[in-house]
């Protein structure tokens, strides 16, 4: 009996027609080597008899192998595995050993240096309660309202052409919505040539150290600050220097004082409310900074990841919008608004940076969601946003107004903490608390809350948390901090 | 009378309530130094009355100054703007200048090296005929089922979860419902925890790249290859070495040559449908460069952009599917199933690869969109795209048929091509064409067309076109032909 009989098992509930199954595992043979190179194959009538199929089934697997080059047909002889393939040796299958098995590993090299491990965040289960980083809560997303434009967009005939290739830049439909809408609610003179659609913030920080950032480079960030960008100029080779963080914003001396020592390329700030400690950066602070950039021509990065949330007076207005020369990046993102998952963020900067930024881009993912930006920016243009940042505004002022109290009463000496003027967490520092304890004791009652790594630095341990309000009802709020109390 | 006075000017139909327009007007001057640091500001009744106002409402502009931090209240002694601000000289205004203009170019320095231009696809207007380099039909794009599924996900409760943070890796529902898909459609026996969610198969070669890249090391692509990979691996600082492509696809032979002479760290493939020629890489080929790869251990980018577009016979199986050692990476998108604006593609490989490359997508663009993930993923799930899928393969066969019978008879001599096993192109040899003017006379006459320059390399002029077949109906078809032919 020919070889081949014996290799081929037939899987009559698979989805997958008869014919490819026997197409599939010849190939199989062929390339571990069951099946040498050159072998007469048995006819299809044979074939078909011994497997119990219809000969037109075989002869369809037999086409089907010769269309793909596997197998020939010589005239009065017969039909081959093909001469031409090179040698190879046959593995030998163990018993029991799963055939087809996926390498588990890469056989090439990976530079381990390159792998910067990101706290690659754990699923928050949304019906577990949790004390996050500050996320906004995304019950209150509109989202029937974001639906309807999505439909709309989808089916209009004139938004056809959001479904084929875009720009790097985004949709000019999205551009020219949010330029006009960061010009009245930021102060920002800019037109659509200065914005960059983005994945939101995150992507606009990587595009911009990309550009700038050589390896060896000097970055100014605080200490602390948002741990994401720190390690996205670490990934890039930046070095990084740290200057202090007080209750005025970042120190500004202390920048002047490396300047001078050295080449400093750009500055990471996040003026409106820093992350993490939510504090808002001086007017004073600002213009000079904003001057020490002009002097030392260094670019600044500015984060204004939720400009849209101060309480305690209007927002105050962005450093891009003070910017005479040319020093600052902006940076903002449309998660914070609508939800995390929804990946819409921005980039304002002079025309030439947008420019180079959009080419960088096109090699790492050619180009957003056209479709959903082009929805999104229906949002701003009939209002819906702009209502519904007034509304979760109110929401979030009052909830911030109750955490506060919660903390105060029920906490007491345990921590210390200032009210912020905006943004949806509250920056704690805790005393007598371990919070590697906390955090477990806190989960197994039910509550997911930090255990503060996060945001320690090399040098400082800070035994501090962000603790998230805005995603928390009010009694949501009294049952976390009930929790946390009882978690110390 | 006061300085003051005349440097606001209020617009009452603006959208910006009065006290903010005052408030925005004041911190202008002040920053730009026409009002001076310890300048004493008029009393609010005085200002109101000058201004025609509700004395309340300037209250509230000096308020909200006083809470930014621009201004203070001296007791008994009346409103300042703060001291402790740094000098600035003040900017002579030139009549007519526009107050606050945005900078027009960066004050720091970008690197130019850094900046390497891609090809920005111009907008291609859907109204407009095209031959394109090769995309979909959105119009067959299954719409109303995908909004289906979005409406779905969006409104589910189950789904909310997708509203917040999400994993780099992609939503665990699309990689598990997409590891079995691969798995019997492609013969990859594959489970989710070797599945990468990207934004489209541009983001996977750009993450594997960073990944596996320094500057200097050498990656070898065809001559000729898909421009926008190679543009990738010179912006990492990759040497790119050319080898061949024949008829038979990427040349094996010069592969192992460079191999013995120098150390290769990355081969860029696309084995099913070369791009720009189409063709298809013969078996014993593939298994040649499998053989090749685990003895110089170099990696494997094998790009299947289109592998559920072939007409000549089934698929053929990727050369994923027989790595044994874990050399190859595997790329692939759903945005030629569904539509090119939809960012959802994926990276096949061993575990440690995934695990490595999502640190990286972490800086990057911190997560894909959740939602619209889920809703794809549900399309797989409920056998949308399987039908989709097969009803769009039939369409482009006709389509591709049609295009070929087309091009000989109109064409002639002018052009020579083989009709391709698959893909969404055929690839054209113009003889006697310019085809620059071919294609700015093709532009008059209303038909789009590129003019080749993307497809050729340093060293070689292709005087060729990838013509996509499968965005056109044949009536469309038949009227773009002729129109090539009166433009040539």
Redesign the interface.
Known sequence: MHVLKDLIQLDRKA??PVY?QI??AI?HH??RGTLRRGLKLPGSREMAEHLGIHRKTMLAAY??LM????IEMIPRKGTFV?R???D?KP?KIKPGE?I????????????EK?????P??Q????NLLAINDG?PD??L?P?EL??RE??TV??SRGF?????????KGPEYLRETLAPFLS?TR?????AS?VMI???A??GI?LTT???I?PGDAVIVGEPSYF?AT??FR?AGATILRVPVDDQGIDVDAIETLCKKKKV?LIYVIPHHHHPTTVTL???RR??LL?L??RY???IIEDDYDYDFHY???P??PMA???????VIYIGTLSKTL?????VGFII?????ID?V???R???????????EAAIAALYHNGVMGRHIKKVVKLYHERRDHFAALLKDQLHDRITFKVPDGGMSIWGTFHDVDLKKMSAHAAKKGLLIGDGSLYNTHTKNYNALRLGFASLQLKEQDRAVEILRESM
Chains 1, 2 share one sequence.
Do not use: C
């Not at 102060?187 to 037109?191: A, K, N, R, S």
């Not at 900067?349 to 940076?353: I, S, V």
């Open positions: 989805d997958a490819l197409t599939n190939i062929i390339r086409d089907e269309a793909q080059g596997w093909v031409d393939l090179p190879i593995k799963e087809g098995q996926y390498p588990g590993k890469t056989f090439f090299h990976i530079d390159k792998v910067i491990p990101f690659v965040g699923f928050r289960d949304p996320f995304t019950r997303a989202t974001f639906l999505f439909r989808a089916r056809k052409k959001y479904y084929q290739y875009g720009t790097p009245d102060g920002l003179p800019i037109t200065n983005t994945k939101g995150q992507m990587y990309q550009l700038l050589k994401a390690l996205t990934q390329k001086t007017p004073e213009i000079r001057d950039a002009a021509r260094f670019a305690a007076s209007n105050i207005l919008s003070l910017d005479q020369h040319g020093n939800a995390p998952s929804v990946r900067a002079p025309e030439n940076f180079a959009a080419h960088l096109r090699s790492m993912d050619w180009q957003g969601d056209s479709m959903m």
